[in-house]
């Protein structure tokens, strides 16, 4: 076996292979053979990981498996996985149909002296490896348990020769899929490893690779640059693409959207401009670079943030649904709402037959999320379907008609029944569909409309109860809050039996968005989150809808909700518009719970500067999922964002549920007292590689910090958008900047256990006074009990126990009001009913 001489790295004992040839996926549809499915919605929701049972995808694969001898991988191994992010092999993705997919990883080991080598490998799916040419396989480890890593060990008998070790990765990919291996030394010679087929080092490839970033987190008035840091010894050719928005849930995104283009970086010129601010669409942007080099491609996703100006809402209510609807059917958002909105108005027919074919095809596929494609397009009939020609009026009819409402129905696709906001879309569809065709037999059921109707009216009955009962378990979500606004929005206007349920649960989720929105973004701890809104400041879904309600800057291009609010005569209550911004020098301070048995305890403190949110009673040192646990957001700017998690991956832009930002592996232990929070971490748990938490405070829209003793000063300027603020945070462990592409943004501390502190200036705090309250804070960690004690803004002693228990004074304090009915309190007044009159 030839190899190249330069290319062998040491690999001791506790690393894991992390450089791999790899060949191009083979990906083969796997839907398995349709069947109606166990109902096994309770109607007690709950964030995480449920338990479906196998889908008709999943059982065809067991099936399967014992019947199947899969080939060693034969390449091309063209591919280089560059292993920047962690010791895992990473593929995890997002697919709307079931697919079974299979990655070829290869690579060169050599031992110093014979003996057998003693690996952990983990998976979630099926690994399979080969050495040399051997046929048959050396180890074979399939679990196949879907998004919950295994492992195994496995011993390689090794020579001093090299020898060729190829990988095989199999995984069902259904929806959101961790599809990941490691191979981690334990014990065994001295070894080192090769990429096969490399005319360089691939390290060095690796590092150029990783060395490639943004000029900035957002741009808002500058344009974006891909930078090298440090420049290339020799000129670089990048493949760049992207630079649409993010795909969200259902139908979003043009599939013909995004550039390509090519850049080249130098010595002399390690800068290349990538986008203008004012011509590329808002929000946060998936950028894609790749290189070839002698054959050889490896490539990386990146992110960023277009943040152009918006147009400014005014007037009343509707006069800020015109505008907005205006700016909607002016855009080139390809969302099915938008097609709604040009159809009333019988303008653009092409925009309209174009996102209407693309819309029908999720719906006729039965893709994952097409729950939510449907509700405009169910407005769209009823209201402007003599807009459409005669045959896609007879395939929208069709699409409606044959469409799987509910898992008791027949289907062997990957739809996601059974969180919140698609059970809310799922019978929101079903009511609405069978009342537009009462007497039609609807073709996957064999049930009449009228049937349908009626079965819908019954389940939603059922959700409306749980959400009065245990309010929205997620809360506060950029993501889902939009959904469920897609679903009441379509009630409140179409099904009159339940227009005032509809309305109710809109009245309490516009007061909870006016709550945690500061300045013009809607922000505050969530539920659920992702990067793709945690970034993107006010150009989220839930931001455009907010801008409606409330008057801000609107930027179309997220418009799925939006454009069903501008066509609604829904409008918020004067009590939820009068939460958003607080009065010069007043403090608003709300309290109430969200989720099964009040699992989510809300706490928020606000003023005129900016916001500190929390959730505590979440169970701490569990695994966690996607909740946001402390968020900081400033009025000054719209990127102003302050937050603490533990990662779930260390791959920038990945899909993991929590991800690098987005979420905390590791749920810690939160607790607040007016504009101070505290947060435990213990981290040692056997699931989890990452050993540090993280504090992520926007570089650009804060100054750079300054130190105040161990705590760290983030400062804002005043703007347009609000008065500057300040936030200040301190660590029990040192914080030390992380590199990459959150560089000046992200720090990380590192230990098993940690305790943070976190708080806010106070109204007519200048930063002397702040820095004097910092020194009289005296945060103290006893990392042995797990005990934080801290002083709060009034003098108060503060001690948390990671059991919970909040003791002020000495005296445990119990979180209250118990209450899904958020309660508002001002200038340290006594916390109220938001809604005075009842009617919530």
């Not at 942007?285 to 050889?296: F, H, S, Y």
């Not at 879904?541 to 066509?567: H, K, M, N, Q, T």
Request: hydrophobic letters at 40%; proline letters at 9%.
């Amino acid at each position: 076996m030839q190899s190249n001489a330069f290319d062998w790295h040491a690999l001791p004992p506790g690393s894991a292979l992390t450089r791999w040839a790899m060949a191009a996926p083979e990906v083969t549809p796997w839907p398995g053979h349709a069947r109606p499915m166990e109902d096994r919605v309770d109607y007690v929701f709950r964030n995480g990981w449920t338990d479906t049972g196998d889908l008709p995808c999943r059982e065809a694969l067991r099936q399967a498996l014992p019947h199947r001898r899969p080939e060693r991988p034969q390449g091309p191994f063209d591919r280089l996985h560059p292993g920047l992010d962690g010791p895992q092999v990473d593929f995890s993705t997002f697919r709307h149909r079931p697919v079974l997919i299979r990655h070829g990883l290869r690579c060169h080991l050599r031992a110093a002296t014979p003996g057998p080598a003693r690996f952990r490998l983990t998976t979630c799916g099926g690994v399979r490896i080969w050495l040399e040419d051997d046929p048959e396989p050396v180890a074979v480890f399939e679990p196949f348990t879907r998004n919950r890593l295994q492992s195994c060990e496995v011993t390689l008998e090794l020579t001093a020769q090299p020898v060729a070790l190829t990988l095989a990765l199999e995984d069902l990919h259904e929806r959101d899929t961790t599809c990941a291996v490691s191979m981690t030394l334990l014990e065994g010679p001295a070894l080192e490893t090769a990429v096969p087929g490399m005319a360089q080092d691939p390290a060095v490839l690796a590092q150029q690779l990783g060395a490639i970033g943004l000029n900035a987190v957002f741009h808002e008035a500058h344009p974006a640059q891909l930078v090298m840091d440090p420049p290339p010894e020799h000129p670089l050719v990048l493949e760049v693409s992207g630079l649409h928005p993010f795909a969200r849930g259902g139908l979003s995104v043009n599939p013909a959207a995004g550039r390509q283009t090519r850049v080249t970086l130098t010595p002399d010129a390690s800068a290349a401009h990538l986008f203008d601010v004012g011509d590329t669409a808002p929000g946060c942007l998936p950028v894609e670079i790749a290189v070839t080099q002698d054959g050889v491609r490896v490539a990386r996703r990146l992110g960023t943030t277009n943040l152009p100006p918006g147009q400014a809402l005014t007037g009343d209510l509707a006069a800020r649904k015109a505008q907005a609807a205006q700016l909607i059917v002016e855009g080139d958002g390809f969302d099915p709402s938008r097609a709604t909105l040009l159809a009333l108005r019988g303008e653009a027919p092409e925009a309209v037959a174009r996102i209407l074919d693309a819309a029908l095809t999720t719906i006729e596929e039965r893709q994952d999320c097409s729950d939510f494609t449907i509700l405009p397009l169910l407005r769209l009939w009823r209201d402007g379907r003599n807009a459409l020609d005669a045959d896609r009026q007879a395939r929208l009819r069709a699409a409606v008609l044959g469409y799987r409402y509910w898992m008791t129905e027949p289907g062997d696709d990957v739809m996601w029944f059974w969180s919140e906001n698609h059970v809310l879309c799922f019978h929101v569809a079903q009511a609405v569909a069978g009342q537009l065709f009462p007497d039609a037999v609807f073709t996957n059921s064999g049930r009449s409309g009228a049937e349908h109707a009626q079965d819908a009216q019954a389940r939603l009955t059922r959700w409306f109860d749980a959400i009065d009962r245990d309010g929205l378990c997620e809360w506060n979500s950029a993501a889902y809050y939009p959904i469920d606004l897609l679903g009441l929005f379509t009630l409140h206007d179409m099904v009159p039996a339940l227009r005032d349920r509809a309305r109710a649960v809109l009245d309490r989720i516009f007061a909870m968005t006016a709550l945690h929105t500061s300045g013009t973004t809607p922000a505050g701890s969530q539920g659920r989150c992702y990067e793709k809104e945690l970034l993107a400041g006010p150009c989220t879904e839930l931001g455009s809808v907010a801008a409606i309600a409330f008057g801000a800057p609107f930027r179309p291009g997220y418009d799925r909700a939006a454009a069903l609010f501008c066509l609604s005569d829904y409008a918020p209550t004067a009590e939820a518009a009068a939460l958003v911004t607080p009065l010069p020098g007043t403090v608003l301070q709300a309290r109430y719970t969200q989720g099964h048995a009040h699992a989510g305890k809300l706490s928020l403190w606000k003023s005129a500067q900016g916001q500190l949110s929390t959730v505590c009673a979440l169970p701490a040192g569990d695994e966690g999922h996607q909740a946001q646990v402390l968020d900081v957001q400033m009025a000054a700017h719209p990127m102003a964002r302050l937050w603490i998690n533990h990662p779930g991956e260390l791959k920038p832009w990945g899909d993991r549920r929590p991800s690098l930002l987005a979420g905390s592996h590791v749920v810690p232990q939160v607790a607040q007292y007016g504009p101070v929070a505290l947060v435990i971490q213990d981290l040692d748990r056997d699931w989890t590689e990452i050993p540090f938490a993280q504090l992520f405070a926007t570089r650009d829209a804060f100054a750079p910090p300054r130190r105040v003793g161990e705590w760290w000063v983030f400062e804002t300027a005043d703007s347009a958008t609000g008065p500057g603020g300040a936030v200040a945070a301190k660590c029990s462990a040192p914080l030390a900047p992380a590199p990459g592409l959150y560089a000046g943004s992200l720090w990380r501390a590192t230990g098993p256990r940690l305790g943070w502190v976190v708080t806010l200036a106070m109204p007519g705090e200048d930063s002397a006074g702040l820095d004097a309250r910092l020194q009289r804070t005296a945060p103290r960690f006893d990392a042995a009990a797990l005990r934080l004690e801290a002083r709060g803004s009034d003098g108060a002693a503060l001690s948390l126990a990671f059991d919970g228990t909040l003791s002020v004074d000495g005296t445990p304090r119990p979180f209250a009001p118990l209450t899904p009915e958020p309660h508002v309190a001002r200038n340290g007044g006594p916390l109220q009913p938001w809604r005075r009159d009842g009617r919530d």
